[in-house]
C-alpha cells in the first residue's frame, strides 16, 4: 500500500484571503466566544465536580437522556480547537484557559485512571454500564485529541499524560480478555490513533485496533450489557444496532446506515488503521463505503444524513431538502475521513469531496463573524431556519472552529518523493522530499479565480502532483512558461523533474456549471443546482426580485460569474436571467400561468443567512 501522509497544519502557512480571513475570525472571535458560552452554560463548572450536585441545566428528553452526557466532548473539542489557534500564535489568556481546565480535569481524575465528569458526579455507581448510549468513551475520544493538540502546540504534557492516564484504564477493562465492549458513538478510535502518533506508543494503536475489530462482533456486546442492566436485550431506542454502525463487523459493511457522525468518525478510524496496519480488507470496507455514500447518500452541498430521527441516513436517495438534517458535524468528519483515503490513495476523488465538504456544507455551519452557527445545513428554507448562539447540544460549534482552524492540514500530501497539492487558495511549506527538501509557494485567489501559480525551490527530483478538480474541464498549464499536456492520472498532474527555482501555473476554467440530481433524488426533479468552482451556489429571497417559489432559471439561460467585493465581505455571485411566475385571474384556472423575465441572483452556500434569515434554495426550479 502506496502511503502519503498529510502535512501538518503547523507546517503550513495559509497565505490566500479567503481562508486568512476566516482562520483570523476563528481565532480572534470564535475561540474566545465558545469559552464564553462553555462557561456561561455551566459546562466548564461541570468540570469541577460540583456539591452539592447541582440540578441539570438540560432538562431531560423524554427518553431520559440529557445532553449534559457529553458536555466533557465539548470542553475537549474546545481544548482542540484552541490548541490549534494557539498554535498558529500563542496567546496567554486561552493558555491559561486550557490550563485551569486541565487542572481541573487532573483533580477529577479517579484514582484508577477514570475520568468522566458526568458519571463521577452524579453516577458513579453506574460507570461503563451503558456503552451504547451514554458515550463514555466519545467523551475519552474528544478529551484525549483536545490533549494531544495541546501537547503538539505548546510542547505542555500534563493533559496527554491525564489521558494517557485513562487510556491505560480504558485498555485494562476492555480487550479480547476482558469485556469485550466498544462506544457507541464512535470517536475514540481515530483519537487513539492521533495519540499513537504523537507519542509513538503502540499501545494506542493497539486499543484503537481492538474497537474496530471487535464492533459488530456476536455475541452483541450492547445486548449483553442491557441484560446486565436488567434490560431485555437487543430492545433500543434507535431500533437497530445500525445506528451505531455495529450491527455487523465493520469489515463486512456495504452500506452507509444509521448516525452520519458517528458513521464518518468511524470510517475515519478505518482508515487511519488500514494505513497504519496495511489492512487491505479495511482498505476495502472504507472503499464500498466511500462509493454507497457518495453515489447515493450525499447531498450536492457535501452534506450527510438526510433525518432528524436518527441524525443520519435512511434510503439511498432520499435527499430532500427543506427538511434536510446534514449535520455540520457529519460534514466536518467527512473532511478527516477523506483526507485519510487520500493518504491510502492518491486520488482526486477524495480530494473533490474533502473540498466539496469543506467549502459548503462545513463552512455553512459558520457565520460570517464567527459567532453564530447551524447544526442542521437545510438546502431549502422558508426563512425559519436560522443561525443561534449556542444549542443544547453545541456538538458543531466546536467541529467548525477545529476544522477552520487547521485547514491548512488539508492542503498537501506527502510521500518519500513525492508532494501533492490537493487544495489550492494561497499556502507555503518547506517540506522533507527526496531525501532534500522543497519549499511550495503556492498563490491565488481560490475559490473566486482558478488562476493558481506554484513556485517551486529545491534542488532535488521528485514528483510534484497538482490536483485537477474534477469540475475543472479544460484545465491548463504550464512549467516555467512552457505548456505541459494535461494527462492526468486518477485527478491529478503529475509532473516529475528535477527541481530549482521553477513557475507552474494552472488555470483552472471556473465557468458557473449547472447540477442536476439523479431522478431518484424525487426533491430534485425539475430543479437544477449552480456551481462554480468548488463552491455550490444558492438564491436568498432578499436578492431576488420575486419570491423563491414563482421563480425558475430557464435551462438556456447564460450565467455569469461577478465578484462583487461590497457582498458578504467580498464573494463571487453568478446572476441569470430568471423567470417568475405572475399572478392569474383567479386561484384556479384553465389558462397555464403567464411568466415574465426576473433577474437571478446566487451566492456561495456558506455566505447564506449572514444577513438575516429569509427564505433559501439551492435546487431551483428549471
Ligand atoms: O451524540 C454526540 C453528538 O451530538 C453527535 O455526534 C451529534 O450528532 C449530536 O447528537
Ligand atoms: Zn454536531
Known sequence: MRRYASV??????????????????????????????LAKHNILRSLKLPQPVPPLTIPPHPNGFTTEIFWDSDVGKWVEAASYALSHRRDAVIEAQIE?????????????????????????????????????MYNAGHLLEGAVAYYRATGRDRMLQVMERYMDHIAATFGPDKKRGYCGHQEIELALVKAFHATGKTKFLDLATYFIDERGAQPHYFDQEAAARGEPAGKYGQGTYEYSQSHIPVRQQTKVVGHAV????????????AA?????????????????????????????????????????YDLPNDTAYAETCASVAMVFWAARMLNLDLDGQYADILELALYNN???????DGETYFYD??????????????????????????????????????????????????????LPVAEGQA???????????????????????????????????GATATVNGAPVPMTTERGYLRLHRHWGDDRVALHLPM????????????????????????????????????????????????????????????????????????????????????????PLLALPYYAWCNRGANPMQVWVRE
Open 377 to 430: 445545513n437545510k438546502l431549502e428554507s422558508d426563512g425559519s431556519h436560522q443561525r443561534w448562539e449556542w444549542h443544547p447540544c453545541p456538538c458543531c460549534t466546536m467541529n467548525v472552529a477545529r476544522l477552520v482552524a487547521s485547514v491548512g492540514g488539508y492542503v498537501m500530501g506527502l510521500a518519500k518523493d513525492e508532494i501533492a497539492v490537493h487544495l489550492y487558495g494561497g499556502a507555503k511549506a518547506t
Open 262 to 273: 458517528r458513521a464518518m468518525y468511524m470510517y475515519t478510524a478505518m482508515a487511519d488503521l
Open 362 to 368: 462545513s463552512l455553512a455551519g459558520l457565520s460570517r
Open 100 to 136: 485551569e481546565i486541565v487542572t481541573d480535569l487532573e483533580r477529577a481524575q479517579a484514582p484508577d485512571g477514570y475520568l468522566n465528569c458526568w458519571y463521577q458526579e452524579r453516577e458513579p455507581e453506574n460507570r461503563w454500564t451503558n456503552l451504547r448510549d451514554n458515550h463514555e
Open 276 to 316: 497504519e496496519h496495511g489492512d487491505t480488507a479495511l482498505k476495502q470496507a472504507c472503499q464500498t463505503l466511500w462509493r454507497d455514500v457518495t453515489e447515493t447518500r450525499m447531498y450536492v452541498t457535501g452534506g450527510f444524513g438526510p433525518s432528524a430521527r436518527n441524525e443520519g441516513f435512511t434510503q439511498d
Open 439 to 473: 519549499t511550495i509557494t503556492e498563490t491565488s485567489a481560490y475559490p473566486w479565480d482558478g488562476a493558481i501559480r506554484v513556485q517551486v525551490q529545491s534542488d532535488r527530483a521528485f514528483t510534484l502532483s497538482l490536483r485537477i478538480p474534477a469540475w475543472a474541464k
Open 511 to 598: 465557468t458557473p456549471q449547472r447540477v442536476h440530481a439523479h431522478p431518484e433524488v424525487k426533491a430534485d426533479i425539475g430543479r437544477v443546482a449552480l456551481m462554480r468552482g468548488p463552491l455550490v451556489y444558492c438564491l436568498e429571497a432578499q436578492d431576488q426580485a420575486a419570491p423563491l417559489h414563482r421563480l425558475r432559471l430557464p435551462r438556456g439561460a447564460d450565467l455569469t460569474a461577478t465578484f462583487r467585493a461590497d457582498l458578504l465581505g467580498g464573494v463571487a455571485v453568478v446572476t441569470a436571467q430568471g423567470a417568475a411566475l405572475q399572478n392569474p385571474a383567479a386561484l384556479y384556472q384553465t389558462e397555464p400561468p403567464t411568466e415574465q423575465p426576473s
Open 8 to 37: 501538518p497544519f503547523s507546517d503550513v502557512q495559509i497565505t490566500g484571503a479567503f481562508w486568512s480571513e476566516r482562520l483570523e475570525t476563528v481565532l480572534t472571535r470564535t475561540i474566545p466566544s465558545q469559552h464564553a458560552q
